[in-house]
């Protein structure tokens, strides 16, 4: 039942956000200022992780196809495809809730525990203005570019792999030439597109569960939990059915 | 230079008519009626938990009576909010500064995001209260650096500079020593004297309601059933509101010794 509420709730918000928009001059800086915070917070992290996935991804792959012989020259393709259509949107997604999903909840849900929203409120402004569509556009900004630098990140881990480890036969030459042939703008368009789409859930769901925390402390801990396990569901749900729409 | 306008507006009348508010099985406000004139200030008292600052939630349209009416000059309540005809002026009882930017952004915000003013005149009018209320050097300071009373004398501030149609206080001087105390009640008085807006407080204290307040209110299970003034008060004849003023304390209560036995 709550979770129908949070749902609706970050719909609510999204019409709001999107009416606020003519606000957005005023806000500009505001946006500015929370894109560059998710990314100082979420680019280290993203590229570690990323940067041991694609070298993983490389790693597993690459030792089931030694027993096949001339697969393995594939295994740039698999790497890229995996990384700029999956597994970089997903992991960056997750990355964000951990990172900036929580804060989000935990900023929004102490303010809304103390009455600075009450406040906000009374001074006849709008929360979502201040507060929602600002962090909705400095995600949606700040995505992309999180996105492409863990597949690259990604490609790089396995390119590392390839080199270095023995059982996969290929050079770093053949692995560059087959992610070229097999990433094209599609796929990497897909995966932004996917990317964008978990940004904004990401984003309003964080702000719906924060705006509506009542109480004190333990609201605000609950709150934060509950973000990040209903976004972590709305995601790979997400995923699902936007890749089956994206194929 | 004055910061507030000289001709300001017209001061406005406010009718509540038949409140009632409950949260589930819990009635806080139960059928109840006032009236408070233009310019007055009215100062609302009752003990702890009776529903005070509920009661000023609903008048400053934070939240929705489930039955009745509030009107301002004879516009309902939602009306006001929303074409923003009148403004309403809320000071929390723990403040409610915005914690994440300082005491100075904290009384910016209202006129920046509204464009009221260029930044010269915001300063200029900030600092101007800032040192009525002795606060000249928070003005950098964060609201997590500030006492308990500082936060309240900030958000006073925050309040004033609204220069708002209706001031609304939620425990003003609680929480203050008695000479700072004396001196909110002295400035809360001279503005309502100078610009006339129409003020409500809540409060427990006497002392506020003796020296500023027009009319006295008392709640009682979630109404109010007489206005006093500052004279009528002290005579007035309900149990109630004696015990509420002059509390009897009694050492030897039996609830006490109960716990002896
Ligand atoms: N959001 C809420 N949900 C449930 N109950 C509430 C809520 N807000 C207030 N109450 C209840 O309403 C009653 C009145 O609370 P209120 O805060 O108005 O008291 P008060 O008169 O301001 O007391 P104090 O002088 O201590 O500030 C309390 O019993 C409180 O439990
Ligand atoms: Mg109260």
């Not at chain 1, 569509?133 to 992309?144: A, E, K, S, W, Y």
């Not at chain 2, 507006?9 to 109840?32: D, H, M, T, W, Y």
């Not at chain 2, 003796?210 to 209110?217: A, D, V």
């Not at chain 2, 004849?237 to 015990?243: D, T």
Request: neutral net charge; proline residues 4%.
């Amino acid at each position: 039942m709550k979770v129908l509420k949070d749902w609706q709730y970050a719909f609510v918000l999204l019409w709001q956000t999107f009416k606020e928009l003519r606000y957005l001059p005023r806000q500009w800086q505001r946006c500015i200022e929370h894109s560059c915070n998710m990314g100082y917070k979420t680019f280290p992290i993203v590229g570690i992780l990323s940067l041991f996935m694609g070298g993983i991804l490389a790693l597993q792959t690459g030792y089931s196809l030694s027993n096949l012989p001339g697969a393995q020259t594939f295994l740039g393709s698999i790497v890229g495809l995996s990384m700029c259509r999956e597994l970089g949107p997903l992991m960056t997604a997750f990355l964000l809730t951990g990172r900036v999903g929580s804060a989000i909840t935990a900023e929004l849900a102490s303010m809304s525990a103390y009455q600075e929203i009450d406040a906000l409120k009374t001074m006849n402004l709008s929360p979502t203005r201040l507060l929602v569509m600002p962090r909705v556009l400095g995600g949606l900004l700040m995505m992309p570019l999180l996105t492409m630098f863990s597949n690259v990140l990604g490609w790089i881990g396995g390119w590392f792999v390839v080199k270095t480890v023995d059982v996969i036969s290929i050079d770093g030459g053949t692995y560059w030439r087959s992610l070229q042939q097999f990433v094209d703008l599609d796929s990497l368009n897909d995966g932004l597109v996917k990317a964008e789409i978990f940004a904004l859930t990401i984003i309003l769901m964080s702000c719906s569960i924060g705006l509506r925390t009542f109480g004190g402390p333990r609201e605000i801990g609950a709150s934060v939990t509950s973000t990040l396990v209903q976004t972590m569901i709305a995601i790979l749900t997400l995923d699902y059915f936007v890749t089956k729409l994206l194929l | 230079m004055p910061i507030f306008d000289q001709h300001r507006k017209a001061p406005v009348s406010i009718k509540i008519n038949g409140v009632c508010k409950a949260f589930g099985e819990r009635i806080v406000l139960n059928q109840l009626n006032l009236e408070v004139n233009p310019g007055e200030i009215f100062v609302l008292m009752g003990p702890s938990g009776v529903g005070k600052s509920v009661f000023l939630k609903l008048l400053a349209g934070l939240d929705r009576p489930d039955a009745g009416h509030i009107t301002i000059n004879r516009t309902s309540l939602d009306r006001v909010k929303k074409t923003n005809k009148y403004v309403l002026g809320l000071v929390f009882q723990a403040g409610a500064l915005f914690n994440s930017i300082s005491v100075f952004d904290n009384l910016a915000l209202y006129f920046r995001e509204h464009a009221l003013y260029d930044e010269a005149e915001i300063e200029k009018r900030i600092f101007q209260v800032l040192h009525m209320l002795n606060l000249q050097n928070t003005a950098f300071l964060m609201p997590s650096n500030l006492s308990g009373g500082m936060k309240k004398r900030v958000a006073l501030a925050r309040g004033l500079l609204m220069e708002p149609d209706v001031l609304l206080f939620d425990e003003p001087t609680s929480e203050l020593d008695p000479m700072t105390a004396a001196s909110i009640i002295e400035l809360i008085g001279f503005v309502n004297k100078n610009l006339g807006m129409t003020t409500v407080i809540v409060s427990h204290d006497i002392i506020l309601a003796k020296n500023i307040g027009t009319h006295i209110g008392v709640i009682q299970n979630g109404k109010i059933d007489e206005v006093y003034t500052a004279q009528t008060i002290m005579c007035a004849k309900n149990e109630y509101v004696k015990n509420f003023l002059n509390p009897t304390i009694n050492l030897e209560h039996p609830n006490f010794l109960s716990l002896l036995s």
